[in-house]
């Protein structure tokens, strides 16, 4: 399995396998804290082999500085493959309303793959003057 794309963005959508995404971003700004941001979108875009068919685990957790999980999802992907592809790409989006953060720093977005950390999306929240 290959990550093609691990975005956070201010809005996704799939369109019969069509990624479409807006505005893909690492950093929210704000002159106090807490904050809340309004709407963003995770997208994933995963390309698995023939050999790969089948069900997958999917695990996506929003983790601060010091460990604490704000969002914390499991999800599962049965992949089907075409007679003629030995590929097949998956699209997977998380839209999310009202992220609240409560302190500035560094924020994660750890994503596990059947069990296994398979990568990680960095979100700064900063201030700004």
Known sequence: MQ?????LADSASDYQGKLCLLGAF?????KQVPVTHRHAAVVLRLRFD??????????????????KSLVDLDGEVNVGFPAERDSAAVNLLLNMN????ANFGNYNFDLAIDGQL???LPLYVVKIP
Do not use: N, S
């Open 118 to 120: 398979r990568a990680r």
């Open 3 to 7: 990550i093609e794309a691990f975005l």
């Open 26 to 30: 690492d950093t929210i700004g704000a």
């Open 98 to 101: 009202d992220l609240k953060f």
């Open 50 to 67: 023939q050999i790969e068919q089948g069900r997958h685990t999917v695990k996506l957790v929003l983790i601060d500085d010091d460990g």
